[in-house]
């Protein structure tokens, strides 16, 4: 019986254990075959966002744009997934240049869409109207963008919108204008002799948003607090700031793509405070070259 009993038991295991063995088998054939099917699906949305990517950077303007009206220029643009939610946009209209940095809600797709929507409305609102100013521009751009997306501020609807920093060179009037949603610029010079002096013997009081390493000054140029899109303050227009065209002056426009990057040591944010530090560290360099160096130091945080 105790034999009869263990050749029933051995029996029963080896059964049991090929039966497991063909079960693990035909599940991995349907893991594979699934598999394949995924990776299959994946490589077709990869090549379709790729083929997307390409068309959104041929509909980017063309750099040639700023290398025929600015002498010393350049456009730093890393998009953090294939395609871009951050745009850059500009034109000539007769004596005006337009010059754009905007960063859409969402990134990838989501804020590929919006960057198309933001560059085709900016088309339409510069071909259609005659020298707009710069908060004009923007106070339009919130119309277009809030009827396109429906958006009448119900607490459940999507606040999709568009942060942007818009600068304007009117080359016959030799004056510059500043509009912002959200986003500013950054205005930098070389201080004077008499500045200097003063810095040193720290007898100079400092603007809010303006820094200095003792040779170069950095001032920041607001925007307005809300977004191109639906927001509580509908019923304002965006600010305008006009001035002077100035000669030995670098104005920077930017998105907060290289402020927010979490890095460094800690994983932390960038932030705007080494972000205007190193503006100043790197005056003395071509624009070709701080482009260079901004990538660089981008890279190593």
């Known amino acids: 019986f105790i034999l009869i009993g263990g050749i029933l038991l051995y029996a029963v295991i080896k059964t049991y254990t090929r039966r497991l063995k063909n079960e693990n088998i035909r599940l991995e054939g349907i893991v594979a075959e699934r598999t394949a099917v995924v990776v299959k699906q994946k490589d077709e949305l990869e090549a379709s966002i790729h083929y997307a990517s390409r068309i959104q950077r041929a509909l980017l303007p063309s750099e040639v744009i700023l290398s025929e009206n600015i002498k010393s220029y350049f456009v730093l643009f890393k998009p953090r997934d294939i395609v871009s939610g951050d745009f850059y946009w500009m034109t000539r209209k007769e004596d005006r240049l337009y010059i754009v940095a905007a960063d859409c809600t969402g990134h990838g797709v989501p804020g590929a869409f919006m960057s198309l929507l933001g560059m085709s409305f900016l088309d339409e609102i510069i071909d259609k109207n005659v020298a707009p100013k710069a908060n004009s521009i923007l106070n339009e751009l919130r119309l277009h963008v809030t009827e396109s997306l429906k958006q009448v501020g119900d607490e459940d609807e999507a606040k999709d919108g568009i942060d942007m920093s818009l600068l304007v060179i009117d080359f016959n009037t030799n004056r510059m204008e500043f509009s912002g949603a959200y986003n500013p610029c950054f205005k930098v010079r070389r201080i004077t002799p ?28 607001f925007a307005a607090k809300m977004p191109i899109g639906i927001s509580s303050r ?32 800690s994983g932390r944010k960038y932030m705007k405070m080494n972000f205007k530090k190193f503006l100043l560290k790197i005056q003395d360099l071509a624009m070709e070259k701080q482009k260079e160096m901004l990538d660089k130091n981008l890279r190593e945080w």
């Not at 500045?195 to 390493?213: A, P, V």
């Not at 304002?236 to 890095?263: A, M, N, P, R, T």
């Open 194 to 221: 008499e500045m200097e002096e003063r810095f040193k013997n720290h007898d100079i009081e400092m603007k809010e948003g303006t820094l200095s390493d003792g040779r170069y000054l950095l001032e920041t140029i």
């Open 234 to 265: 509908m019923d304002e227009d965006f600010v305008l700031h006009e001035w002077e065209l100035e000669k030995g002056v670098s104005y920077y426009l930017f998105s907060d793509g290289y402020i927010d990057q979490f890095g460094g040591p």
